[in-house]
């Protein structure tokens, strides 16, 4: 998988898959507010330790992110999937993020987002990604390559994540942990 040169991790632009926007409603009070209560407590107990590790490490990303206005971006593909699971307040967090990036990330790309040259670009993009199983995951991967993201961010380790090392394209695809990793040596800083 080629890789982009950024001098740091905080210059990172970051896309959350599906999963990632429904890992962050659910643990919501401990990501921003340190607080794991009652029934996120008894969730977070019963997740293998790579789910927990992963959990953690998001739980620091989005303190960093909030600390330094940084945006997590997802695309209209993420919307209609979290509108599949039928929950409304999930997909009114995943709207949440979409204003959030709209207003401290990149405008610019919002605006392209629609636009069919972008459209264009996802499909042509589909069809280098064979080395992923799903049709979502490449149409996700291909957005977020086309809007030009540094890193992809899943907790999904059985499909995209496992499969990352048969895609050729210049994006890192990582779990939270890798991002965490990554950001560590640079989030004392903000």
């Given amino acids: 998988m080629k890789q982009k040169k950024l001098n740091k991790a905080l210059d990172w632009r970051v896309f959350a898959d599906t999963c990632v926007v429904n890992r962050i409603v659910e643990f919501g009070e401990y990501f ?87 459209a264009n670009k996802v499909e042509l993009i589909i069809t280098t990604l064979r080395g992923l199983k799903g049709p979502d995951d490449r149409r996700l991967v291909a957005e977020a390559i086309v809007m030009g993201c540094d890193a992809f961010l899943t907790v999904d380790r059985h499909s995209l994540w496992k499969r990352r090392n048969k895609i050729d394209a210049n994006i890192r695809i990582l779990r939270p942990i890798e991002l965490w990793e990554a950001l560590c040596p640079f989030a004392a800083i903000i």
């Fill in 32 to 118: 921003f507010e340190n607080y794991l209560g009652d029934g996120a407590l008894i969730e977070y107990k019963k997740r293998p330790i790579e789910d927990r590790d992963d959990i953690d490490a998001l739980h620091n990303i989005i303190q960093v992110y909030q600390r330094a206005s940084l945006p997590l971006f997802i695309s209209a593909t993420v919307i209609k999937e979290v509108k599949k699971a039928n929950n409304h307040f999930l997909e009114s967090y995943a709207w949440e993020v979409i204003n959030h990036w709209i207003e401290c990330g990149d405008q610019e790309i919002w605006s392209r987002y629609h636009s069919k040259n972008f």
